[in-house]
């Protein structure tokens, strides 16, 4: 079983009862926050890419006792800044007991706050007591994800916000070509630009024959 548990924006906490998974931890000085930064422990920190609404409390997060783990450029600065760090890149896997952390490409920006170069943006993929979950992260549709479709996904967490990311009508079309068993839509709603109706896009899911779940901030699917 596995518990998945929406903490506003992109951030997502994962965890299995043994291991805890959190990742795009924006949590302070997001409005929709489901969980401050004293309220949350990780094992793994997962970053995608390095703007400030994803890297977010990565740092502070690694100093309670968690690991970041994300492109050489996002792990090394990091680990500048007081992280413990694994520097990886896209299409590498990194196995911890019960599970795995696969990279996948997504098409995006990378940069800090301060202007330092993230590397690559990237999607994921983690298994964790079976399940494999899909983070697309901030992304583009893009055909490949067909590839990623072929490990059999049993949840997408998926950018509907449109005007930084893919919006609702092409994350529909990506469901086509990743095939989970459930989907949750993400990154809406937090700003004005990027509002959008998370309840619609579950539904217009359900007609896919995919399980949509539009997760208010702090909602929990569990997976089992």
């Known amino acids: 079983?596995?518990?998945?548990?929406?903490?506003?924006?992109?951030?997502?906490?994962?965890?299995?009862?043994?291991?805890?998974?959190?990742?795009?931890?924006?949590?302070?000085?997001?409005?929709?926050?489901?969980?401050?930064?004293?309220?949350?422990?990780?094992?793994?920190?997962?970053?995608?890419?390095?703007?400030?609404?994803?890297?977010?409390?990565?740092?502070?997060l690694s100093k309670k006792?968690?690991?970041?783990?994300?492109?050489?450029?996002?792990?090394?600065?990091?680990?500048?800044?007081?992280?413990?760090?694994?520097?990886m890149n896209i299409g590498g896997t990194y196995r911890f007991a019960g599970g795995f952390v696969k990279w996948f490409p997504a098409w995006h920006s990378s940069s800090f706050p301060d202007g330092t170069y993230g590397g690559m943006p990237m999607g994921v993929v983690v298994e964790l007591a079976g399940k494999r979950i899909y983070h697309a992260g901030d992304t583009a549709l893009f055909s490949d994800m067909a590839l990623i479709g072929e490990l059999n996904l049993d949840l997408?967490?998926?950018?509907?916000?449109?005007?930084?990311?893919?919006?609702?009508?092409?994350?529909?079309?990506?469901?086509?070509?990743?095939?989970?068993?459930?989907?949750?839509?993400?990154?809406?709603n937090t700003f004005p630009p990027i509002k959008q109706d998370g309840e619609a896009f579950a539904r217009r899911a359900q007609e896919k024959g995919v399980e949509g779940h539009a997760l208010k901030p702090g909602g929990v699917l569990v997976l089992d």
Do not use: C
């Open 156 to 188: 997408a967490l998926l950018p509907i916000g449109d005007h930084f990311t893919m919006g609702p009508e092409d994350a529909l079309r990506a469901l086509d070509l990743l095939k989970p068993k459930r989907v949750v839509p993400i990154h809406y």
């Open 65 to 87: 006792g968690g690991v970041v783990v994300s492109t050489f450029e996002i792990a090394t600065y990091a680990e500048k800044h007081g992280a413990k760090s694994v520097p």
């Open 1 to 60: 079983m596995v518990e998945v548990r929406y903490l506003g924006h992109s951030a997502v906490w994962l965890s299995d009862g043994q291991t805890r998974i959190i990742i795009d931890p924006f949590l302070t000085g997001n409005p929709m926050a489901a969980a401050s930064l004293a309220e949350v422990q990780a094992d793994l920190i997962l970053v995608t890419h390095a703007h400030g609404d994803h890297f977010g409390d990565s740092v502070a």
